[in-house]
């Protein structure tokens, strides 16, 4: 039996996998792991014919692309290793740092689930981006609103609204990105890791809050370092897109963590910011902009409030009944 189930989720991910894998291999002593690829229908499927040639992959291959919780959970379902590892396709190894983060989670009892820190192509930690506190009306404001462009928002964003995490030993915080998940299978025992709730985005911040409910902690072991690419699959989705599906998992965080007071108002805080960014951005760009790129801004911004009021008119529905 190996150490280790790695599960990654692939989506017209050829390239990033590649350079993944390659560096997993060379890295890592094969004997240790097992390596799952769940592959969400892609486009570019075929390439993962010749990663089954090793006795230690096995591909599975969904006939649709049913989100990333699910098929993540498709994976973990298949694992037979002692720990698991929840594992982005743009992820590259610098080196083998699983005896020390496992080390980490036999010495500790109380985290839950352990990561590397991230760091980007450029070789800088990505640490302002990745390690947020779990979700509160302040931080909606300071790191996701038109306010939060301001100089004075990002200075109070990060006193308030991040983790702090140096770049030496390890950290407690509140959530770790999906990116790099590594938990004990004992976790989950019998139940799913990720919450299918979401199609995309979210279920992280899920995942650790849940740890959080079992008495459990997220750490980020920075002595450990892995390379993270970052939204390559994403890349393929336009902008309209990423923000209704972002917007879309949100609700659904709120709507399964959040009580109907806190819902209503990150509701209203939501909608808000939908209308003064499609008013304001008409306002300062109309001369540099066509009548259809106005109305597009226009639509999305709808759209968006759409989402909005179907999830908070769902909740009143249940909060009443």
Request: proline content about 4%; some cysteine.
């Amino acid at each position: 039996m190996p150490q280790i189930s790695i599960v990654i989720v692939t989506w017209n991910s050829q390239q990033v996998l590649r350079d993944c894998v390659s560096s997993l291999f060379a890295l890592v002593p094969e004997e240790t792991f097992e390596l799952l690829l769940v592959d969400n229908a892609s486009k570019d499927g075929d390439y993962l014919d010749a990663y089954s040639m090793r006795s230690n992959v096995r591909v599975i291959r969904n006939q649709d692309n049913l989100g990333y919780a699910k098929a993540v959970n498709i994976g973990l379902r298949a694992a037979t290793g002692e720990y698991h590892l929840i594992l982005n396709p743009d992820m590259v190894f610098l080196s083998n740092p699983f005896p020390k983060l496992i080390a980490g989670l036999q010495t500790n009892p109380e985290i839950g689930a352990i990561a590397p820190l991230l760091y980007g192509s450029d070789g800088k930690p990505q640490i302002q981006d990745f390690y947020p506190k779990f979700p509160t009306l302040l931080q909606f404001i300071l790191l996701r609103s038109l306010l939060g462009k301001l100089t004075l928002s990002k200075r109070l964003a990060v006193r308030f609204c991040h983790s702090h995490v140096a770049l030496s030993g390890t950290h407690f915080v509140d959530q770790i990105p999906g990116a790099f998940l590594l938990f004990h299978k004992n976790r989950f025992l019998g139940k799913d890791a990720l919450n299918e709730a979401y199609f995309i985005w979210m279920e992280d911040v899920d995942f650790c809050l849940t740890l959080k409910g079992m008495g459990l902690k997220a750490a980020v072991d920075a002595d450990e370092r892995i390379t993270h690419i970052g939204g390559t699959s994403f890349k393929m989705w336009d902008v309209s897109r990423k923000k209704l599906m972002f917007t879309e998992s949100f609700m659904t965080y709120l709507r399964l963590h959040h009580g109907v007071a806190s819902h209503l108002a990150h509701g209203l805080l939501m909608s808000l910011n939908a209308i003064a960014i499609a008013l304001i951005m008409t306002a300062v760009y109309a001369p540099k902009l066509s009548l259809v790129d106005i109305r597009s801004r226009f639509i999305l911004e709808g759209k968006v409030l759409a989402l909005i009021a179907k999830s908070l008119i769902a909740r009143l529905a249940t909060f009443w009944r």
